[in-house]
């Protein structure tokens, strides 16, 4: 790994920026110059803080199935870069998981994304990451901007949260699973294979 991203993963790993985080800092991300595949996420959930490993849960498995990798892969940092737009668990609301803090990606995401220059391809997980990923679409239906990805041959594919919560949005949404998760997985394929 390149000096300038190990000292700045120390220091993203050593902040305490926010204030009032519930269960303390502890700022979860996977990087290196070499990765091919971002994964954007929004933010560790309370099982993720706990363990210190990003989508080690349910979630995380249906994110690999729908990419088509196991876990080795997902973990492997020269392989996919695991940067979501909060590093910290911000904490539980009514609904679930609060928003990532507002503070984290203002102060590191340009330049942890500038420090992996063999991105390819960049998978946006939730609203939140969308916003930053695909500016100017907030107005718009999650489905109607996933579905616009088709065949997911961009850089920037947008996603729904993994969550088990997103059953629903899943139901009324067949053709993601049917149309969408093959060309997913084959993209994905190809990014990997490059040499």
């Not at 790994?1 to 009032?20: E, P, Q, W, Y």
């Not at 210190?52 to 249906?62: I, K, L, Q, T």
């Not at 107005?139 to 088990?164: N, Y």
């Amino acid at each position: 790994m390149s000096g300038s991203l190990d000292d700045l993963l120390a220091a993203v790993r050593a902040c305490t920026a926010c204030d009032g985080l519930p269960l303390g800092p502890r700022p979860i991300l996977q990087a290196d110059p070499r990765a091919r595949i971002l994964v954007a996420g929004q933010a560790p959930g309370r099982r993720a803080h706990e363990r210190g490993v990003p989508f080690d849960d349910v979630s995380g498995d249906r994110l690999r199935a729908w990419m088509g990798i196991d876990r080795a892969t997902f973990y492997d940092p020269a392989r996919i870069a695991l940067v979501p737009m909060g590093f910290c668990f911000p904490g539980t609301g009514r609904g679930g998981d609060l928003p990532p803090r507002p503070e984290c990606a203002p102060l590191w995401r340009r330049r942890i994304l500038d420090a992996l220059p063999q991105i390819r391809l960049v998978l946006v997980v939730g609203r939140h990451a969308l916003d930053w990923h695909v500016p100017g679409r907030r107005s718009e239906r999650l489905a109607a901007i996933v579905r616009e990805a088709g065949g997911a041959a961009g850089p920037v594919v947008p996603l729904p949260h993994p969550s088990p919560r997103n059953r629903r949005w899943m139901a009324l949404n067949p053709w993601f699973e049917a149309d969408l998760l093959p060309a997913l997985r084959r993209r994905v394929g190809e990014v990997l294979a490059e040499d």
